[in-house]
């Protein structure tokens, strides 16, 4: 209609993605704008009898039966966040803190693995430790940039280790096993773990100063009370082998899953007496707030997807890299500097639905395994949850962190955390076989 | 900034419409405990009884699908949809109040594409070629009318849009108007 076509693919892609950043920083909603600019595009390319595509895609995205565990794991996580169990999960988890040098760091990196395994939803967990571990690693006297980077490194760990619904939207787009892609992330997950627990025990052991143990009188407990903490350490790994279990154990899709788990935080609720409808009602609100938000970024960036993709775009984009006379792990480089750069700027859902549908088939061709790269593209992400200026876990725990503490100290804390999981996505673009040897 | 301003650009989108979308979508949002229920019951029939249902996934799917979708409003409702307004931020306050109303504007814009989007979709899903009523099926083993009943619901979900995007647009320029006195 508007005689787009006329423009030729290499310059329309410019213009979307023009769009799209010019759309962006005038501070429009990213999932209108991404959807504004398929709607542009479906008319002035295709004209109007093309419009059927758009509401195809919008069907089509938000009935597709894996997206149902998104929901599901956020519901999970909301009702975690508003009853006790993370709390005295902490709480107990003093018990291996003891009276080590950097032992509450320790204490938190493990909680938020164990929270990550529950869950596996970002913002939740960084908020939960944020108040939880923060204030006691500060009032123990521990290096203040220590203490934030540890809560916000950790707090983002839910991305990786599974059930991660960053896994769940790449294996979507890209048509491989969810499952798989779970069991390839538990390694490098691992190594992240270990790698932060090593950090913060070097830090402390070089200087003491740094992360100072508790005082004997606090780490003391009765018999009555160790015999409780092992309840409060129970419960929620109960959770964890209930959810994982039914998705390794082949008892449940990741989908289903993610329901049981749903039932397995509302049994808990009821063992601790805290199931309450106020309790549901509020954890439905935030459900329905973040998946609003999570899904309607999904919403517009699969229209354009698809759009671009009619439009000859995914071919064009396959051609220029593909007939690159490069190594092709230098393409996967190239790959990786783009979505480090995508992850200053957008959420990781519009990242992943803008350019997985492209990287994807351009990664089969080039022999690797989508798989590995699900996992590769999933430390990517943990970088941009950190990395300034919009790292979202730096605003969560800003939301949550006593006043004294600013963005700028943050983000000076989060750097060498940040030099850490470039180190794991170094190791696992060298050696594939970290992630893909569980599978095997 | 004086809280006129304040108010302006941070929640401006306290409308009556808004109030309302809020309440429903505390009731839609049972929808998700309802898919909750329906899947538990869905593996304990098919892991302990062996007899797996035909209709839980393509129910869980169209139920999750249309408080996902309603999701969408719920969030423009509160304000709470992601943007990045960094860069408007730098603006004088009489510029940010002017790009808050072009934004607001093309939402609009988006909004009546979308709706037309899906009032295409759902027609298709109601009317045959030779223009007789029916209702599209799923075509699976459950064979439900779940697609065309999902598709009005977007349909309806977009309807809302364009007027919460008209009133929240009305809003700012109003509220534009008074702050030049």
């Given at each position: ?17 023009f ?11 990213l ?32 009935t ?6 998104i ?10 966040d ?25 204490q938190?990196?493990?909680v ?57 939207m ?27 627990i ?15 143990p ?8 009765s ?30 899709s ?63 984009v ?11 792990i ?7 500097a ?25 990664i089969?061709?080039?022999?690797y ?12 992400m ?33 750097w ?25 | ?70 999701g ?13 307004t ?64 999902t ?31």
């Amino acid at each position: 209609m508007l005689g787009l076509s006329a423009l030729g693919i290499g310059p329309a892609t410019f213009l979307i993605f023009f769009l799209m950043m010019a759309l962006l920083l005038i501070g429009m909603p990213l999932g209108f704008l991404t959807g504004l600019v398929a709607l542009f595009f479906t008319f002035g390319w295709f004209g109007p009898n093309a419009i059927g595509m758009i509401g195809t895609r919008v069907f089509s995205f938000v009935t597709e039966y894996s997206l149902v565990a998104i929901p599901m794991f956020v519901f999970m996580a909301s009702l975690l966040d508003k009853t006790g169990v993370a709390r005295d999960l902490y709480n107990a988890m003093r018990l291996i803190a003891g009276r080590l040098k950097g032992g509450v760091g320790v204490q938190t990196v493990v909680v938020a693995a164990l929270l990550a395994a529950m869950s596996g939803i970002i913002g939740g967990e960084t908020v939960l430790l944020g108040m939880l571990a923060l204030p006691q690693m500060l009032r123990l006297g521990y290096d203040k940039n220590l203490a934030i980077g540890t809560v916000v490194a950790g707090g983002s760990l839910g991305t990786m280790i599974p059930p991660s619904i960053v896994l769940i939207m790449y294996g979507m787009t890209s048509n491989v096993s969810i499952g798989d892609l779970f069991t390839a992330a538990v390694i490098p997950g691992l190594i992240l773990v270990s790698m932060y627990i090593l950090y913060v025990l070097i830090r402390c052991y070089i200087n003491p100063n740094m992360g100072p143990p508790a005082p004997a009188s606090e780490i003391a407990m009765s018999a009555k009370e160790k015999l409780a903490a092992v309840g409060h350490i129970l419960l929620p790994m109960t959770i964890v082998v209930w959810v994982l279990g039914s998705i390794y154990g082949g008892i449940a899709s990741v989908t289903e899953a993610a329901c049981m788990g749903v039932i397995g935080v509302v049994v808990s609720a009821i063992i601790r007496r805290e199931l309450t409808y106020s309790i549901v009602h509020s954890a439905l609100q935030q459900t329905m707030r973040t998946c609003g938000m999570i899904i309607w970024i999904g919403i517009g960036a699969s229209a354009v997807v698809g759009i671009y993709n009619l439009m000859g775009g995914k071919r064009f984009v396959e051609t220029a890299i593909l007939g690159l006379d490069v190594p092709p792990i230098l393409i996967v480089l190239l790959m990786m500097a783009i979505l480090l750069m995508l992850g200053m700027f957008l959420d990781w859902i519009g990242i992943v639905m803008l350019t997985m549908p492209i990287f994807v088939p351009i990664i089969k061709a080039l022999g690797y395994d989508p798989i590995w790269f699900g996992v590769v593209f999933c430390i990517n992400m943990q970088v941009s949850f950190l990395s300034p200026p919009f790292g979202p876990a730096a605003f969560y725990l800003k939301s949550v962190a006593p006043p004294s503490i600013s963005l700028v100290d943050i983000y000076r804390s989060v750097w060498p955390f940040i030099i850490m999981q470039m180190v794991a996505l170094g190791l696992v673009l060298t050696f594939p076989e970290i992630a893909l040897w569980l599978g095997n | 900034m004086s809280d006129h301003e304040e108010e302006f650009l941070v929640n401006e989108c306290d409308t009556a419409l808004d109030r309302w979308i809020v309440k429903l979508g505390d009731i839609v949002t049972w929808l998700y405990v309802i898919a909750v229920l329906i899947s538990f019951y869905e593996v304990i029939m098919r892991y302990f009884f062996n007899s797996p249902t035909v209709w839980v996934h393509e129910t869980t799917t169209a139920i999750v699908g249309m408080a996902m979708a309603y999701g969408g409003i719920y969030c423009f409702s509160n304000d709470s949809h992601i943007s990045v307004t960094l860069v408007r931020d730098l603006f004088p306050k009489k510029w940010q109040k002017r790009i808050a109303i072009f934004v607001d504007c093309l939402v609009l814009v988006f909004s009546v594409g979308g709706a037309y989007a899906m009032y295409y979709m759902t027609s298709r899903a109601l009317i045959t070629p030779a223009g007789t009523f029916y209702m599209q099926r799923s075509g699976s083993a459950m064979n439900s009318v779940w697609p065309t009943i999902t598709k009005i619901f977007i349909l309806l979900v977009f309807i809302l849009l364009i007027a919460q995007a008209c009133l929240h647009l009305l809003k700012k320029i109003r509220a534009y108007g008074e702050g030049e006195e």
